[in-house]
């Protein structure tokens, strides 16, 4: 049928026109932002997909600094810890030392001074103190053995602290309290009198075995140190196991969101030849109803 008035050809070649021209800008926006989802309505439920593993992944990036920080803290506890196991195994080469026969009594009174020195710093180093202590003495309130201000040998309410190791809720591990201030044999070595002098051990008395003791103390770090160190060893285990769930997440998000760039770009090729074609169709649609004309002359 021939008409003037409404022109189907042109009418249907400019939606033709107007869904190529949709997709072409589509296409141009995927390949120019990376995302394969620019609308919502493209993948309405791998966006929403995508959106709780994007954030499932935010928490385990978070329990991995968390990890890494724990971590942290137990490497600085045991670098405490080598330091006091140190100590200690000098103290009890001083304990037989004094027991030499050819040493004077001034020999002697020097290695006790070295002896206090040392237990003063591992009183230093462990804190805590005070009348109603173990170690007695004056209280040390600031002791050098302490993690971005928490003191690392002294004991908490909740007999250590809880570590987050994954990404919901109830997936943490305690890191148990290093107490050397109120129970063990370190707590002989580095007690204190009211008047906060050492009365404990001394190397000239042969009824105290100093050595002994020192030896037990010994025992009790490298016990502490053991056991800091299967913390670590789970702590490190579980920061692999984080970045492994981080790769996979990441891998799966991509799959839904990012675009495959070889792949679009074939589809922006056709979308620009169906633009360019469908604009020179509108044009001849345009044009028949030009020959009306001839059945008018």
Do not use: C
Request: a negative charge; glycine letters at 8%.
């Amino acid at each position: 049928m021939s008409v003037i008035n409404t022109n189907m050809e042109a009418i249907m070649a400019a939606r033709s026109l107007s869904d190529s021209q949709q997709m072409l800008g589509k296409s141009l926006n995927r390949l120019s932002s990376g995302s394969k989802i620019v609308d919502p309505s493209d993948d309405a439920a791998g966006l929403a997909v995508s959106e709780k593993l994007d954030a499932q992944n935010l928490r385990i990036g978070a329990a991995k600094v968390n990890v890494q920080n724990a971590i942290s803290y137990v490497q600085t506890s045991d670098g405490f810890l080598s330091g006091m196991s140190q100590i200690l195994s000098r103290m009890s080469e001083l304990g037989i030392m004094a027991k030499d026969v050819t040493k004077s009594s001034s020999d002697i009174a020097l290695y006790q001074d070295e002896f206090q020195q040392l237990q003063e710093q591992l009183r230093q180093t462990i804190g805590g103190g005070g009348p109603s202590s173990a170690i007695g003495g004056t209280a040390v309130t600031s002791p050098l053995g302490t993690y971005n201000g928490t003191e690392l040998f002294g004991s908490t309410a909740a007999g250590g602290y809880q570590v987050t190791i994954g990404e919901a809720s109830g997936q943490t591990m305690l890191i148990s309290d290093m107490d050397l201030r109120d129970s063990g044999a370190l707590t002989t070595v580095i007690h204190q009198t009211s008047g906060g002098s050492f009365d404990q051990l001394s190397l000239t008395d042969p009824s105290i075995d100093v050595v002994g003791i020192v030896t037990n103390a010994i025992q009790q770090v490298a016990s502490e140190r053991a056991t800091i160190g299967a913390s670590q060893s789970r702590l490190q285990l579980a920061s692999s196991t984080l970045d492994t769930q981080s790769e996979n997440l990441s891998a799966a998000i991509s799959r839904i969101r990012d675009v495959d760039v070889a792949q679009e770009s074939t589809q922006l090729a056709r979308y620009q030849i169906l633009v360019q074609s469908g604009t020179a169709m509108l044009a001849q649609a345009n044009q028949m109803p030009q020959t009306v004309l001839k059945l008018l002359q």
